[in-house]
T-cell receptor, first 112, second 114 residues
Framework: DAGVTQSPTHLIKTRGQHVTLRCSPI?????VSWYQQVLGQGPQFIFQ???????GRGNFPDRFSARQFPNYSSELNVNALLLGDSALYLC???????????FGPGTRLTVT | AQSVTQPDIHITVSEGASLELRCNYS??????LFWYVQSPGQGLQLLLK??????LVQGIKGFEAEFKRSQSSFNLRKPSVHWSDAAEYFC????????????FGRGTSLIVHP
């Protein structure tokens, strides 16, 4: 069975640009969560979506947004990129809640 | 607000030696507690979790963790480390009521010497 997949694997953007990251959950999983992992730190929770509705939001500015599609895949959008947005962005899926999440390999975003 | 402290940034052990990784949490009630492992270039993999009940939790890959309420700790242990255990280990805490927003520690890097 396929695990959580994320695309792209790596991405380089310039300050001020916009980026869209994509995530496909494990088949049957209806919840998707997004995390930002800055180098040398633990993951920081950004969003959780369940059945296309936002269930949780971490302490991130409004430049960060996300959505979940009818097939439960998800996009994370970041506007007006800053150098500090450079990080590994992780997506995790679960059946319902976040108690047992399965993580994807992440998207490495570099902002120059 | 909940928080997690992993006081050791790096831990070096010899292959075959025992391992204990420390985790201290701050939360007003009994939290949900987790340990994850991250290998280079990989996502996180759940090793074990504690919700309630027996305070000694068994996980995958031979790991176990013990919840100690009096010490606000949830230390991860393994009796005999293998070279393949070299990775980054993260402790996480989650609220037990309402929306679960997990908080991760900054991680402990495990180095295994042959």
């Amino acid at each position: 069975d396929a695990g959580v997949t994320q695309s792209p694997t790596h991405l380089i953007k310039t300050r001020g640009q916009h980026v869209t990251l994509r995530c496909s959950p494990i088949s049957g999983h209806k919840s998707v969560s997004w995390y930002q992992q800055v180098l040398g730190q633990g993951p920081q929770f950004i969003f959780q979506y369940y059945e296309k509705e936002e269930r949780g939001r971490g302490n991130f500015p409004d430049r960060f947004s996300a959505r979940q599609f009818p097939n439960y895949s998800s996009e994370l959008n970041v506007n007006a990129l800053l150098l500090g947005d450079s990080a590994l962005y992780l997506c995790a899926s679960s059946l319902v809640d976040i108690y047992e999440q399965y993580f994807g390999p992440g998207t490495r975003l570099t902002v120059t | 607000a909940q928080s997690v402290t992993q006081p050791d940034i790096h831990i070096t052990v010899s292959e075959g030696a025992s391992l204990e990784l420390r985790c201290n949490y701050s939360y007003g009630a009994t939290p949900y507690l987790f340990w994850y492992v991250q290998s280079p270039g990989q996502g996180l993999q759940l090793l074990l979790k504690y919700f309630s009940g027996d305070t000694l939790v068994q996980g995958i890959k031979g790991f176990e963790a013990e919840f100690k309420r009096s010490q606000s700790s949830f230390n991860l242990r393994k009796p005999s480390v293998h070279w393949s255990d070299a990775a980054e280990y993260f402790c996480a805490v989650g609220a037990t009521g309402g929306s679960y927003i997990p908080t991760f520690g900054r991680g402990t890097s495990l180095i295994v010497h042959p």
